[in-house]
């Protein structure tokens, strides 16, 4: 279905209710006037290629969601040509829309009014690698609950032309908390040359068909795929469990570590036997949990030290000897409080640092610890890339709603992270689970969050929550190897945030806008001694898009 008008922004809003027993749903087609942006000097357009529109479901939140099923689901087409001295931009808002389209002409003179942001094409920093999410056995699970439609819905959504253009993937190296069972690929004791690794169920079942679905979905020049490990066999361990305080039996260089290297050589040879190639590897997922006492699910601990000495001496040579030597190892993947220090130890080390080529990151501890921790440590090594390789709303204990439908605030923390993190030498930005039920899981100790996209199993639907159009606005218009830019506020407004990239190859500057304010801003953004006036709606994200020739 595809629904055209003069009248403004088509909407679509379903609305439900309960007589009885029975779930009775209509659906209204509703026009937001265009007006409903604030009007600026330029001609505004509805998206002309025919894009579909939000299935939009108000929550008891404080925005709506977007509705998928097995007929039907909204796209976001990609931007094909932009004429010289015009401007494309995107909106999401608080109050409903959805990747709203408009286009913008520039102008000569001097802004009479608004904030002032200015290109500098020029100034330039890091370069982008992408945008994802992590193939868990929870999504795998919720992604095929789903009819076969609506999986296709799904995976689109995020990894076609027609989504959101994710472009990596983070796979754990075997089962986490959001499995429904406690496994590793090689819980017989003692294998040490590991003759019996094997991949689970789990990879065969809802892995790697949906991870060779999105590759092949992707229209992106590399799809980047990451495994992370949360735990070694029970028998390699300290504690012989795979949850709790434990670590590597021994020192780098015994028979444990040597055979825990040749795991992830193994893994990496038993997917692309698969047909999945694997691009990097995290060391650890956040390797200072099981330093810690009774942890609840599955992890290994080490301290930066221990993880310097298994990279030189065990998991660096097995690789290269194994004919893996172009996969790329990542250190940390812990919070920002073990960074810059995590890198001086390890990166320090020439042994161990000639087998790195990135760090890793997590989102959880950022609400309370300083960015500064990670530009530190990208003006210490600024040969290493950074990634931000989880995150997730609703983890913590004192948030009791795991799951909250429409929230509009976790989808903006989204974009608060996202674009600090990029703006300060972060290159990519990888979410946690890639869907998640009614309940924010499976997960085997009930360790429920939120997710971008939510599956209501019974009714063969999925919900997109504002987190991933807030994602979308970055993923789906940040092409990778494009290059971060400046980007100077002549006002310093407190409330709007803001990064800047150009594609050098397609000459395409891309500017995010993230408005946290209660009231509309007009802003303009000054390139080359002309500029383009935008209007941000209360509460908003907007990409502006414009050709730089």
């Known amino acids: 279905m595809t629904i055209t008008s003069q009248k403004g922004f088509p909407i679509i809003i379903l609305i439900c209710g309960v007589a009885g027993t029975t779930l009775l749903c209509s659906l209204l087609v509703v026009f937001l006037p265009k007006d409903a942006l604030p009007q600026s000097n330029v001609d505004q357009e509805q998206d002309k290629v025919g ?19 097995s007929t039907y689901c909204d796209t976001i087409s990609e931007v094909l040509l932009i004429p010289s001295g015009q401007a494309i931009t995107y909106t999401s808002s608080k109050s409903g829309l959805r990747f709203a389209k408009q286009t913008l002409n520039f102008q000569s003179g001097t802004p009479s009014s608004g904030w002032n942001l200015i290109v500098n094409t020029t100034e330039r920093f890091q370069k982008l690698i992408g945008f994802g999410g992590a193939f868990t056995d929870a999504a795998g699970i919720n992604i095929a609950s789903l009819s076969s439609e609506a999986q296709n819905y799904f995976l689109r959504s995020y990894f076609s032309d027609q989504g959101i253009g994710f472009n990596m993937g983070r796979i754990p190296m075997a ?8 496994y590793t690929y090689a819980d017989q004791p003692n294998d040490f040359e590991m003759k019996n690794f094997s991949l689970a169920s789990e990879d065969f079942q809802y892995k790697i068909p949906y991870i060779k679905k999105a590759v ?30 434990g670590s590597l039996i021994g020192r780098a260089g015994n028979k444990y570590h040597k055979a825990w290297a040749l795991y992830f050589a193994r893994f990496l040879e038993e997917y ?37 000495d298994f990279i030189k001496t065990d998991l660096g040579p097995t690789l290269h000897s194994r004919g893996h030597g172009d996969v790329k190892v990542i250190i940390g993947d812990d919070q920002r409080l073990v960074f810059p220090r995590w890198a001086e130890v390890v990166l320090n080390d020439t042994s161990a640092s000639q087998y790195v080529s990135g760090i ?29 390789t989880e ?57 429920f969050v939120d ?25 789906k218009f940040l092409r990778e190897d494009s290059v971060r830019i400046s980007l100077h506020e002549e006002n310093e407004e407190s409330s709007l945030k803001h990064v800047a990239f150009i594609d050098d190859e397609k000459s395409i500057v891309t500017i995010v806008l993230l408005n946290t304010s209660q ?20 509460d908003s994200i907007q990409t502006v898009i414009f050709n730089s020739l």
């Open 51 to 69: 894009d579909l529109p939000c299935a939009s479901r108000m929550c008891n939140s404080d925005s709506v969601v977007c509705v998928c099923n």
């Open 175 to 182: 089962s986490v908390d959001f499995s429904t069972h406690l």
């Open 216 to 245: 092949e979905m992707s229209n992106r020049n590399s799809f980047r795929l990451f495994g992370s490990p949360w735990s070694a066999p029970a028998w390699m361990k300290t504690n012989n469990a795979l949850i709790g305080k």
């Open 272 to 308: 692309k036997a698969n047909g999945v190639d694997i691009w990097a590897v995290t060391a650890q997922n956040e390797p200072i949990d099981g330093l810690a006492g009774n942890f609840s699910f599955q992890c290994m601990g080490w301290t930066a030290e221990h993880q310097r």
């Open 360 to 388: 890793g990151v997590h989102w959880y501890m950022d609400w309370i610890l300083p960015i500064s921790r990670i530009s530190d440590t990208h003006k210490a090594f600024p040969d290493y890339f950074i990634l931000g």
């Open 391 to 447: 995150a997730c709303s609703g983890a913590m204990p004192f948030q009791p709603d795991k799951v909250i439908l429409g929230s509009w605030t976790r989808g903006q923390r989204y974009s608060m992270d996202i674009i600090q993190d990029l703006n300060h030498w972060v290159a990519g930005w990888v979410d946690w689970n890639l869907a998640l039920d009614m309940e924010g899981g499976p997960n085997w100790v009930k360790n």
């Open 451 to 475: 997710a971008a996209i939510i599956v209501n199993a019974e009714s063969d639907e999925f919900y997109k929550q504002p987190i991933f159009y807030h994602l979308g606005h970055f993923s």
């Open 519 to 538: 009231q509309n801003q007009t802003i303009n953004v000054i390139y080359d001694r002309l500029y383009v006036r935008t209007e941000l709606p209360a």
